[in-house]
T-cell receptor
């Protein structure tokens, strides 16, 4: 499983767009990029997953450049309830069928009023 | 969507006793479930992979005799912390994914807060 590097923390204000970048220089050809969100004292929640280019769902967008050595999670117009820890994970699409996830340190996002 | 539950949500026990935590997939079957633990202000640490009908696979450094895992059915895995000590106090989280899912997506339980006094 490829190692990932994220900023430890970020601050933002309500209504702003937040972009969290994750570096994964050793990403393999079969690896997917997945982001999870975790609120205090809760289990993580799947946000979005992608392989290349751009993926968008009702919660976020994920931008992946052509070399796939990094990815950016974009949260539009954040609110106070988006304050959480965000984890970027990279893993082999085949291995990931087993569901095994290795979490890095994550990025603590603090949204201020 | 897929739902995973855990029971209890929190438990306090005395040092030396054993505690059992249940993880259930409510609306899907899971041949594999995972157990994590998380200390305050830290990330999740994978402890073991629970396999239905076979022995669990433990990550390096996790004592299999201390953390007993049983995956008796396709919807239930249990983690028993044996002879618990204060250093076992932590947040324990399980996860599972639908068998037919081919994405890197796991559904997590709400977690169980264990406090050993």
């Amino acid at each position: 499983l490829a190692k990932t590097t994220q900023p430890i923390s970020m601050d933002s204000y309500e209504g702003q767009e937040v972009n969290i970048t994750c570096s994964h220089n050793n990403i393999a050809t079969n690896d997917y990029i997945t982001w999870y969100q975790q609120f205090p004292s809760q289990g993580p929640r799947f946000i979005i997953q992608g392989y290349k280019t751009k993926v968008t769902n009702e919660v976020a967008s994920l931008f992946i450049p052509a070399d796939r050595k990094s990815s950016t999670l974009s949260l539009p117009r954040v609110s106070l309830s988006d304050t959480a820890v965000y984890y970027c994970l990279v893993g082999d699409g085949r291995e990931s069928n087993t569901g095994k996830l290795i979490f890095g340190q994550g990025t603590t996002l603090q949204v201020k009023p | 969507g897929a739902v995973v539950s855990q029971h209890p949500s929190w438990v306090i026990c005395k040092s030396g006793t054993s505690v059992k935590i249940e993880c259930r997939s409510l609306d899907f079957q899971a041949t594999t479930m995972f157990w994590y633990r998380q200390f305050p202000k830290q990330s999740l640490m994978l402890m073991a992979t629970s396999n239905e009908g076979s022995k669990a696979t433990y990550e390096q450094g996790v004592e299999k005799d201390k953390f007993l895992i049983n995956h008796a059915s396709l919807t239930l895995s249990t983690l028993t912390v044996t002879s618990a000590h204060p250093e076992d106090s932590s947040f324990y989280i399980c996860s599972a994914g639908p068998r037919d899912s081919n994405r890197y997506e796991q559904y997590f339980g709400p977690g169980t807060r264990l406090t050993v006094t």
